[in-house]
């Protein structure tokens, strides 16, 4: 058995903008998105992190901005919000909002609906926006998912 050790992605900054381009990529496609690029201070934020959860939680906060971009630039509002406040206190811990291991892809989606809906106070139109899909989507989302109330 071959065992290959690659240091922390701390130790590896000059990986992260490469990496963030290729989950955007990833995910803008599989998302439908149009999101081309990564602004500046976005990619500030991502190299002054310290990425606790190495590759794994770059990933997973890519994969969270893309969906809940507006544009066709990553701004700093679209990361999750202990990397904008380059919070280390929860080393480790994912992403608020994002996948975490043992959900479904189902509980992922309502936590980003979830989400979408307290950052635009309960605006269903522009959660919809901001969440890429139909306004007639997420009513339907919402029904499955018993949150028709908020």
Not at 85 to 112: M, N, R, Y
Not at 129 to 150: A, F, I, N, Q
């Amino acid at each position: 058995m071959l065992e290959i050790k690659l240091p922390p992605l701390r130790e590896r900054r000059s990986d992260i903008p490469l990496l963030a381009q290729a989950f955007l990529r990833e995910f803008a496609r599989e998302n439908e998105k149009k999101v081309r690029e990564i602004a500046p201070e976005t990619m500030e934020i991502l190299m002054n992190y310290p990425w606790p959860g190495n590759v794994r939680e770059l990933r997973a906060a890519i994969e969270g901005a893309v969906v809940l971009c507006r544009g066709d630039k990553l701004m700093p509002r679209d990361l999750p919000e202990n990397v904008r406040a380059g919070d280390t206190a929860s080393a480790g811990a994912p992403p608020q909002g994002i996948f975490v291991s043992g959900e479904t892809v189902k509980d992922a989606e309502k936590q980003l609906i979830i989400r979408a809906l307290k950052e635009s106070d309960s605006n269903r139109t522009l959660a919809a926006k901001r969440l890429g899909m139909s306004r007639r989507t997420l009513h339907r989302k919402l029904h499955e998912y018993g949150l028709e109330d908020l």
